[in-house]
């Protein structure tokens, strides 16, 4: 079965400075990569999206996040981190055979100091 | 705009009684499904649908239906709400597989 692991549950970063969030899968098939955004007492928005072509991806309010084929990874990177960011981060995978079912990993939450 | 939105925001209801979640999308997407958040888990698959008439079970899908006879709607069902069902329940949609899915504001559900 897959599996989506997101190794920390949280992490804290000051303001301006870069931000990694780590997913690792481990999924049989090829897979679609998700990162999500949840604001509190907000809904899920995307980020960012992989399903094939250039490993690395660009999304929205400056993420990116790379695939990496032979680490079962699909990391979000900022280069410089907003108050705006404190969130929880959610990596997900599906696959178009399975119609976007999502497994989604447990959530990084983010705390943005001044 | 299009969009898909849940109702109700907020509900608590009693051990044992049957509760109704709605999930109403206007896109007209093929795909919808039903996530349950719990701290420490993400989001987990209860049901979801790839169109008129078809339900399948996910990964938590005990104590839990769906029913769909129209595109635009999936409503979760507790047949028998239950203390450990108190979570927040997302509805998302898609068109097809190889698409992302969109979610709605969630439910936050407190069984007491």
């Known amino acids: 079965a897959q599996s989506v692991t997101q190794p920390d549950i949280h992490i804290t970063v000051s303001e301006g400075a870069s931000l990694e969030l780590r997913c690792n899968y481990s999924y049989g098939a090829t897979p679609y990569l998700f990162w999500y955004v949840q604001s509190p007492g907000q809904g899920l928005q995307l980020l960012l999206k992989?399903?094939?072509?250039?490993?690395l991806v660009q999304g929205i309010k400056g993420f990116e996040a790379e695939f990496k084929r032979s680490q079962s990874s699909f990391n979000l990177r900022k280069p410089s981190v907003h108050w705006s960011d404190a969130a929880e981060y959610f990596c997900?995978?599906?696959?178009?055979?399975?119609?976007?079912?999502?497994?989604f990993g447990g959530g990084t939450r983010v705390l943005v100091k001044p | 705009d299009a969009e898909i939105t849940q109702s109700p925001r907020h509900k608590i209801t009693e051990t044992g009684r049957q509760v109704t979640l709605a999930c109403h999308q206007t896109?007209?997407?093929?795909?919808m499904f039903w996530y349950r958040q719990d701290l420490g888990h993400g989001l987990r698959l209860i049901h979801y649908s790839y169109g008129v008439q078809d339900t399948n079970k996910g990964e938590v899908s005990d104590g839990y239906s769906v029913s769909r006879s129209n595109t635009e709607d999936l409503p979760l069902t507790l047949e028998s709400a239950a203390s450990s069902q108190t979570s927040v329940y997302f509805c998302?949609?898609?068109?097809?597989?190889?698409?992302?899915?969109?979610f709605g504001q969630g439910t936050r559900l407190t069984v007491v």
């Open positions: 896109w007209n997407h093929n795909n």
């Open positions: 997900a995978v599906g696959t178009k055979a399975s119609g976007n079912k999502l497994t």
């Open positions: 998302a949609s898609s068109v097809r597989g190889d698409t992302e899915a969109f």
């Open positions: 992989y399903f094939s072509g250039d490993t």
